[in-house]
Each structure stands twice: as structure tokens, then as C-alpha cells.
């Protein structure tokens, strides 16, 4: 007894014909969808002999009915396709599989039962009440017997398709229905950078459509559904043009799959900078303020190694991270791969050390060392593997900060929300200073981030992994030579104020006498009371200090104590430099005049006096001769320019003779023995 036995095919075809009439109409244009997607027929499976009883542990798949025909001998008709159909969903998968287990379940009780009407009461009982398939049956819910019936004969009549039992609907996709205008109008509003709402795009096109300047059929649930089906089946497009080629590539395009087990510790360091999401107070200003961390990192053990603090991400704290890892390390990296920033790319770091003379600008600091630096692409967060550990430290420590602002506007904290009194007097906001901070992070990252076992190191600890690698012998670090080679290096100028270095002024006595001459300063980034200058030949001159800036007045600053001692020790310095100054130069000059007198002297002896025709002639009118009186002038005039003469010449050798014989107790001076001086006493009346 078949399944059909109750009711006559024919009948059926004329009955499910009259209540579709239109099904062949339907099954024609099916069809030619189905050519104009080129939809290829599967190919027939290759029917699979009867099971017998012998032969239980065949797959449920496999099992055939008994008359169904014998294998073809053809090759190509052998083959069986296990592929499913390229229009059923993977969502209807489970489904199909449940419903085939079914029927194969249902064919073979049926070979082996005596009674088919009786096993299909058994059947619809069994399926009914949950025990014959559970699964199935939550999906489906409660059949009748002729429900079932329809299941089974559906599978045989496809050649045991187990996908041939899903309803017809699942295996086509719904289109929306809208016009042309409308879908252009609102990609037009929705593929932009503004980011407008799906909603809010809806009303504005349902406004102009009132306004009679658009029209527009569909209704709103309509038209939302087929925007949702659009962003779901282009999801790449929607997001590029409206959050940017930025998110596209952190969130749609893969990234580079890096294995970090390749990598050495000390090999490659990374190095970033994360502004902190917690206030500290400013030492200068004594106000609250967020700070920026430099943060040198090892990839390999994923340990930081090196760290600053700043309220800017400059050059000079860079560099001091750079020199605690180094010095924390004790040895210095092959690589070191940087952020894309301006402080990053400074020449500082990157500059070539080779073909400079040191007159001229210096090198960067990482070729002096030995170490290349690469720098990561822009905007790619995915590229640094820091970035994975500032949001650990973000959320592992920042949020136990008291003075915690949030990583964002959005996760602002309670206490900083407007009007919020109650929960402000209940929580404190105690900014920590700088070295509490730096205490803190210290403690953190070797005591709590540094002993918890890391995915990324197969759950070793990153203090072990960093702590436990040797160190290369021929990269180790000797601190001296590594301080003076990350000095930074420039040019200047002396002037009369010093050395002007950053709007800071420095200065030493022996920059006098180097004054107008370019020399080179080699000075610390992280400290700035002294700087090392050297003349162009990079001999050492000295160490100049930092100068210090007075009051103007220095009299209405009296009650300032060390502000006054300050400026009476540089006055003093200054007035001291300019009388040594004169000194010098006066005994330099006279030295200078005495060596050329003696070289002219001589020259000058033998130049008559009157023998110059050039400019002396005899007049034309001769003078008369002198009487007594003018001769007597004369003569009197050469006596006195002689004494003038001998006067200029020997005064101090007179005077030094006289300090001379009255030290060592000489009795060959006396002025008490001069007659000329007995007759000054007497005359003025002393005797």
C-alpha cells in the first residue's frame, strides 16, 4: 500500500491546478530566472541500493526506496554531488538535515514493518509527543498524519533532496519594492560623513514628498527595511563613505597576521604615547591637568621597559624613556618601531649620523647608537602592539585613579557631570603629583601587569619572559659613554648675554674670551641647569650654568633676602670680568707698543728731521736772526723736553729701585740726606 493509495494523482493534479491556476505561469517564469542567473541543474545523485537488515549501520542519507532503478553504468552518471543547492540558505541548513533524518528514519521502519498504516499511526504519535525527533520537532511543531505523508513523498519524488522539504518561500530572497527616485534620494542623504539616522533621512524624504517635490509610494517600515537590506548587503560601501577609510581598515579590511613568537627579547622595541585619562597635578602651576606617557615597549615579552612622563609628547621626554630602557635593559635593541608623530620623526632620532661634521649639524641619537628605527604606518592602530596594552593599563589601573576622567566624552565619570552634588560629596578628587603617579605606574606594571600570565606569551608572565632572556655581549650598555652620546648637540653663538639655548640664558667666566666664535653645546634634554660647550675643533672650553633672572628693581625687592644676595654675587661677578678685562687689555697694549717702539726707534733715529721736501721747504722769506732772548727760550724749551723724556722712560725702574733698597733695609737711599729737601724744610720752617 503506496501513500497514494487514498487518493488518485490525477485527481490531485486537477484539484492543486484549480486551486492555483496560475502555477504553470508561475513555474515558467521561475524557470527563466533561473537561466538568466545561469543556474546550472544539479547533477543527478547516484541512487544508493536498499538497506536490508544485514545492513544497519548505513547513513540515513543513503537510504533509497526498493524499486528505485539500478545504477547507470556511465561514468560521468556515477557521480554524486554533495554540494547543496546554491539557492537554499545557510540559515535553512539544520532545518534540511532534521527534516532528512526524518524521512529516512520514517522509510526504513516502513520496509520493516508489517502493517504501513499502523507504523504511521505509530510514527505521528512518536513525532507528536517529542520522542522520534525532539529537534525537529521544536522547529516544526505538531503534524498530521497526512502532513507527514506529504514530507515523505516530497522526498522521494526529489531522489532524497533533503532540501527539497523546505517550503518554497525559503529558497528566495524578498525585494523590496520601492522606486528609483526614493533609493537614490536616501543613499544620497545616508552615504555621507555626517553619519545622518536611517529615521531621520525617512522624514526628511517623506517632507519633500508632502511638499510635492518628490514622490514617494512606499511606506515608511518599507523603505526602512529595504535601507537595512542595503547596509547589510553592502556593508564596506556604507561604511567607507560614512566613517572614513580609517574605520574601514580597522574594521572591515584584514590586517597583517603577524606571529610574535618569531621575535627575540631586546630585539624589537615599540615606542608611543598615550595621554592618561586621569588628572595629575602640574609641579609648575600646582594645577590638575592630564599628562601624556612615553612608553618604550618590548615586543617579544611584551614588558614595558621604559617610561616618562610629560604634559607634551616632545623630543626630550622621548628620549629619556628611550635612555631608562636602556639603562633598565642594560643593553640596547637592534630595532625600535615608532609612531608616525611629528616628536617621533624629529632628526633627533632619525637624522644620518654619516657625512656630517660635527661644525656642522649633528647626527641623529639612534645611528650613534648602532639602533634602525622604523615607523609605522599612519592612522593604523592595529600595527602597534602598545596599543593593545594602553587599553589594559586603561582599564586595569586608570579606572582606580580617584582623579579618573574617562577614556572618552561618552565615559565621562559621575563625579564630573554638571549639577551632580550628591555623588561629588561622596567621592574625592585627589589628584596625585608627578612622582606619586610615576611610583604608582612603576608599581603596576612590575608587580600586577608584570606577574599575570599573557595569551599572547602561551600564559607565561611577561616579567619572566623580559627578566629570564640573556643579553647580547656586543650591544651591552655602558652608562658614561651612553650619557654623552644621547646628549643633544647644536650650534651656537656666543654673546654678550651667553649662550641663548630655548630662550634660556647660560653662562660661564671663560665664554669671554670666545666671544662672537660659534662653538658646539652638547646638553641634556631632561635637565637643564647646565649644557657642555666645545670650540669647533670639539675641545672642551666649560660647563656653563643656567642663568637667573632678577627683579628689575632690585631696591623694592630689599625684603627678598637670596634675591639680593644673587644679584650682589653676579654684579660683583660682572664688574670683577670687566676689570680683569681691562687688565689684560692694558697690558697688552703697552707689551704690544713697547715691541714696536724698539723695532722704530732705530729707523726713526736715522730720519733727519727737517729732510722732508715733500711737505718742508725753505721760505720764502728768511727770519731775522734771534736776539739774546729767543735764544735763551730755546734753550730753556730743549732742557725741558729732555727731563719730559727721561721722566717717561725710567719712572717706574726709579721707583722700584727705591721700594727696593728701603725692603731689603738699604742705607744708600735717604731723602734726609738730599740737600735740595734740607732747603725746602728750612724755607717752609721746619727743622
Excluded at 649620523?353 to 599612519?378: M, V, Y
Excluded at 601587569?449 to 595569551?455: E, S
Aim: charge should be neutral; glycine fraction near 4%; aromatic fraction near 10%.
Amino acid at each position: 500500500m503506496s501513500i497514494y493509495d487514498e487518493i488518485d494523482p490525477l485527481t490531485y493534479a486537477e484539484l492543486y491546478q484549480s486551486i492555483y491556476p496560475d502555477w504553470k505561469g508561475k513555474q515558467d517564469l521561475l524557470n527563466q530566472i533561473g537561466k538568466g542567473q545561469e543556474i546550472k541543474p544539479k547533477p543527478t545523485p547516484k541512487p544508493v541500493p536498499a538497506v536490508t537488515a544485514t545492513d544497519s549501520n548505513i547513513l540515513d542519507d543513503s537510504i533509497v526506496l526498493e524499486d528505485e532503478p539500478s545504477a547507470p553504468s556511465d561514468p560521468e552518471e556515477e557521480y554524486i554531488d554533495f554540494t547543496p543547492q546554491e539557492r537554499v540558505p545557510v540559515k535553512c541548513d539544520n532545518e534540511a538535515k532534521l527534516l532528512g533524518y526524518f524521512c529516512t528514519t520514517v522509510l526504513e521502519r516502513l520496509q520493516h514493518s508489517e502493517s504501513k498504516g499502523r507504523e504511521w499511526k505509530l510514527l505521528t504519535k512518536e513525532y507528536n509527543n517529542g520522542s522520534l525527533a525532539p529537534e525537529l520537532y521544536a522547529l516544526k511543531g505538531k503534524r498530521t498524519e497526512r502532513a507527514l505523508r506529504l514530507w515523505l513523498g516530497r522526498y522521494e519524488q526529489s531522489k532524497q533532496d533533503m532540501y527539497a522539504l523546505l517550503h518554497g518561500n525559503r529558497y528566495q530572497k524578498r525585494q523590496r519594492k520601492i522606486t528609483e527616485l526614493e533609493g537614490k534620494v536616501l543613499l544620497a542623504i545616508l552615504l555621507h560623513p555626517n553619519r545622518i539616522s536611517i529615521g531621520s533621512a525617512l522624514k526628511f524624504l517623506k517632507a519633500k514628498a508632502e511638499s510635492g517635490l518628490i514622490d514617494s509610494p512606499s511606506s515608511v517600515p518599507t523603505l526602512r527595511r529595504w535601507v537595512e537590506e542595503w547596509r547589510d548587503d553592502n556593508l564596506a560601501m556604507w561604511e567607507q563613505a560614512r566613517q572614513g577609510s580609517k574605520f574601514v581598515a580597522e574594521h572591515i579590511i584584514k590586517t597583517i597576521h603577524r606571529d610574535s613568537r618569531l621575535l627575540s627579547v631586546g630585539e624589537v622595541w615599540v615606542a608611543d604615547g598615550h595621554t592618561l585619562a586621569f588628572d595629575i597635578l602640574n609641579p609648575k602651576t600646582g594645577k590638575a591637568q592630564r599628562m601624556t606617557m612615553i612608553m618604550v615597549f618590548d615586543w617579544a615579552s611584551r614588558y614595558p621597559v621604559g617610561a616618562t612622563l610629560a604634559f607634551t609628547e616632545d623630543s626630550q621626554h622621548i628620549q629619556a624613556a628611550f635612555r631608562n630602557g636602556f639603562l633598565n635593559w642594560g643593553a640596547l635593541p637592534q630595532y625600535v618601531y615608532l609612531d608616525n608623530g611629528k616628536a617621533f620623526k624629529s632628526k633627533l632620532f632619525h637624522e644620518q649620523w654619516e657625512g656630517h661634521d660635527l661644525a656642522k649639524e649633528l647626527g641623529g641619537i639612534f645611528p650613534k647608537l648602532g639602533i634602525r628605527a622604523q615607523f609605522a604606518e599612519s592612522y593604523n592602530a592595529k600595527a602597534k602592539i602598545i596599543e593593545r596594552f594602553f587599553r589594559t593599563f586603561q582599564e586595569q589601573f586608570e579606572r582606580f585613579i580617584s582623579s579618573f576622567r574617562g577614556a572618552n566624552i561618552a565615559d565621562k565619570p559621575a563625579t564630573l557631570m554638571r549639577n551632580e552634588k550628591w555623588i561629588k560629596k561622596l567621592y574625592t578628587c585627589e589628584p596625585p603629583t608627578t612622582e606619586e603617579a610615576m611610583q604608582m605606574i612603576g608599581y603596576y606594571i612590575r608587580y600586577v601587569y608584570g606577574i599575570t600570565p599573557h595569551r599572547g606569551l602561551d600564559n607565561r608572565k611577561p616579567w619572566e619572559v623580559f627578566n629570564s632572556a640573556p643579553k647580547p655581549q656586543d650591544r651591552l650598555v655602558n652608562p658614561s659613554q651612553l650619557n654623552f652620546m644621547m646628549l643633544s648637540v647644536e650650534r651656537k653663538a656666543i654673546r654678550n648675554e651667553g649662550i641663548v639655548l630655548n630662550k634660556l640664558k647660560y653662562w660661564h667666566p671663560a665664554l669671554v674670551f670666545h666671544m662672537g666664535k660659534p662653538v658646539i653645546i652638547r646638553y641634556d634634554l631632561a635637565d637643564a641647569r647646565w649644557v657642555l660647550v666645545y670650540d669647533e675643533a670639539d675641545i672642551f672650553i666649560c660647563q656653563a650654568s643656567l642663568r637667573q633672572a632678577q627683579h628689575p628693581f632690585i631696591q623694592a625687592d630689599l625684603q627678598n633676602s637670596k634675591s639680593h644676595k644673587e644679584y650682589r654675587q653676579e654684579y660683583t661677578q660682572i664688574k670683577k670680568l670687566q676689570r680683569l678685562t681691562e687688565q689684560r687689555t692694558q697690558s697688552f697694549v703697552r707689551s704690544n707698543q713697547e715691541s714696536v717702539d724698539k723695532l722704530l726707534k732705530s729707523y726713526m733715529n736715522e730720519i733727519p728731521a727737517d729732510n722732508n721736501p715733500t711737505f718742508l721747504q725753505a721760505p720764502m722769506i728768511e727770519a731775522p736772526a734771534p736776539g739774546p732772548e729767543e735764544e735763551i727760550a730755546r734753550l730753556e724749551q730743549i732742557v725741558i723736553e729732555q727731563e719730559q723724556a727721561i721722566t717717561a722712560i725710567q719712572p717706574e725702574q726709579t721707583n722700584n729701585d727705591q721700594n727696593q733698597a728701603v725692603a731689603e733695609g738699604s742705607s744708600e737711599f735717604d731723602p734726609f740726606d738730599d740737600e735740595e729737601f734740607k732747603k725746602m724744610l728750612k724755607t717752609i720752617g721746619i727743622k
